[in-house]
């Protein structure tokens, strides 16, 4: 089945500091993307739709210029976030699409101290 | 903001019994998934029902659909400890808007199964 790679899977880092999360469709291309925040015990909340080759379409109170979004290539897209608060602390999740359903990557839990 | 609402929110249950959870949503749909997340990781993809489809079933999974009720239900039949996890619906809207493809995930269900 289709499998969709995301790396790191835990990042503890300093306030201050950019951390970048990567999404790599590893069996097949994906045009479209998406990144997800996850907060405990709580549903996902789509954050932005990565597009390959394209500016990435951000959801309604998502910062653009917190949270970067590069979709450089079919398979593979990153998500960075800028200067990290202890608020940016969250379960990040990426998706892959080909036709349907959308496949998810194990996530990233990602620290700020 | 999520469109799915889920109940219940948490369900304890013994092994070998049966788990239903179910899952509303407000607006028209093209297809709901299931979609199930063990502790701190990633989602798996259990089963997706077109708007068109009433039942549909895989292994020990069953899952409806009523349009006209704007809601779906997921039934686990025979449950084992290891079905425990998180289980979320999430609907895909209908071809032509904006937010086509994109999912909207309910609340979520927090299925345990003790042996």
């Known amino acids: 089945g289709a499998v969709v790679s995301q790396h790191p899977s835990w990042v503890i880092c300093k306030s201050g500091t950019s951390v970048k999360i990567e999404c790599r469709s590893l069996d097949f291309q994906a045009t479209t993307m998406f990144w997800y925040r996850q907060f405990p015990k709580q549903s996902l909340m789509l954050m932005a739709t990565?597009?390959?080759?394209?500016?990435?379409?951000?959801e309604q109170g998502v910062e653009k210029d917190k949270f970067l979004i590069n979709h450089a290539s079919l398979t593979l897209s990153t998500l960075t976030v800028t200067s990290a608060h202890p608020e940016d602390s969250s379960f990040y999740i990426c998706?892959?699409?080909?036709?349907?359903?959308?496949?998810f990557g194990d996530g990233t839990r990602l620290s700020i101290l | 903001s999520q469109q799915g609402e889920e109940d219940p929110q948490a369900l304890s249950i013994q092994e070998g019994e049966n788990a239903t959870m179910n899952c509303s949503y407000k607006t028209s749909i093209n297809n709901l998934q299931w979609y199930r997340q063990n502790s701190g990781r990633g989602l798996v993809h259990l089963i997706l029902?077109?708007?068109?489809?009433r039942e549909k079933h895989s292994g020990r999974l069953r899952v409806t659909l009523d349009t006209s009720k704007k809601s779906s239900s997921l039934l686990i039949t025979a449950s084992r400890a290891a079905d425990t996890a998180s289980y979320f619906c999430a609907t895909d809207k209908v071809p032509g808007g904006t937010s086509y493809g994109k999912l909207t995930f309910g609340q979520g269900t927090i299925l345990t199964v003790h042996p």
């Open positions: 029902i077109r708007s068109n489809e």
């Open positions: 990565s597009n390959e080759g394209s500016k990435a379409t951000y």
């Open positions: 998706s892959a699409r080909l036709g349907q359903p959308q496949h």
